[in-house]
């Protein structure tokens, strides 16, 4: 079954405390993609990748790190939780398409909480 | 920069009956793609139906339709004949051009109730 997995699925931490999100896709995409959903906001991205070893800032980068080690995995990473990071995230893949006709596969998100 | 318009927060409606989402769109790209998500409160995001910008036709998904008129810039989804599992939050969104990026733009979405 095609899909994107993500862990934990629901994360309580205090402020400064690192933490890994990882996040893993079965159907060989190239491009993956980080967002946070906040409430009225909708979902705004962190980082993308077009490949392995190729990453870059989406429009809400501050405070996150991520790498693309291997195709099926971008894990993203919070070296110092701020509470301003609460939010529900989700990880996003799709092959590259020419016109913008290719879905995005979404992750099932994960409910993050810094105290 | 694109930008994406959901202007219903909420909207309640009686089962049986059709619903329209609003979504207008700005982009100065010259192709670009525009998509419809549902998450229900479970919270995952379920892709529904896409319109191309040079597609000469509405796309239709069984029960969901997009009325797309590009010159008005707006892509409503329509839902015929609406069930209870409708209720949800919707989400338009739009990806451009440029190759690379696959960016999603999204709006602030719409929440959905159908009143039995």
């Known amino acids: 079954e095609a899909q994107v997995t993500q862990n934990p699925r629901y994360l309580i931490t205090v402020t400064g405390k690192k933490l890994t999100v990882t996040c893993s896709q079965n159907m060989n995409h190239e491009y993956m993609s980080w967002y946070r959903q906040d409430p009225g906001l909708g979902l705004r991205q962190i980082y993308y990748?077009?490949?392995?070893?190729?990453?870059d800032k989406g429009d809400v980068p501050e405070g996150y790190k991520v790498s693309r080690k291997e195709k099926r995995n971008f894990p993203l990473i919070l070296e110092s939780p701020s509470p301003n990071q609460t939010s529900l995230y989700f990880c996003?893949?799709?092959?590259?398409?020419?016109?913008?006709?290719?879905?995005?596969?979404f992750g099932p998100g994960t409910r993050l909480t810094v105290t | 920069a694109q930008k994406i318009t959901q202007t219903q927060p909420g909207m309640f409606v009686q089962e049986k009956e059709a619903v329209t989402l609003d979504c207008t769109y700005d982009?100065?790209?010259?192709?670009?793609?525009l998509f419809w998500y549902k998450q229900p409160s479970s919270g995952e995001m379920i892709f529904l139906i896409y319109?191309?910008?040079?597609?000469?036709q509405n796309a239709t998904e069984g029960r969901y339709s997009l009325n797309f008129q590009k010159a008005r810039k707006s892509a409503n989804l329509v839902i015929s004949a609406s069930q209870l599992g409708d209720s949800a939050m919707y989400f338009c969104a739009m990806r451009g051009t440029n190759f690379g990026n696959e960016k999603l733009t999204f709006g602030t979405g719409t929440r959905l109730t159908i009143i039995p």
């Open positions: 319109q191309g910008s040079y597609d000469q």
């Open positions: 990748s077009m490949n392995v070893e190729v990453t």
């Open positions: 982009t100065s790209d010259p192709s670009y793609g």
């Open positions: 996003a893949s799709s092959s590259h398409s020419a016109q913008g006709a290719y879905e995005q596969y």
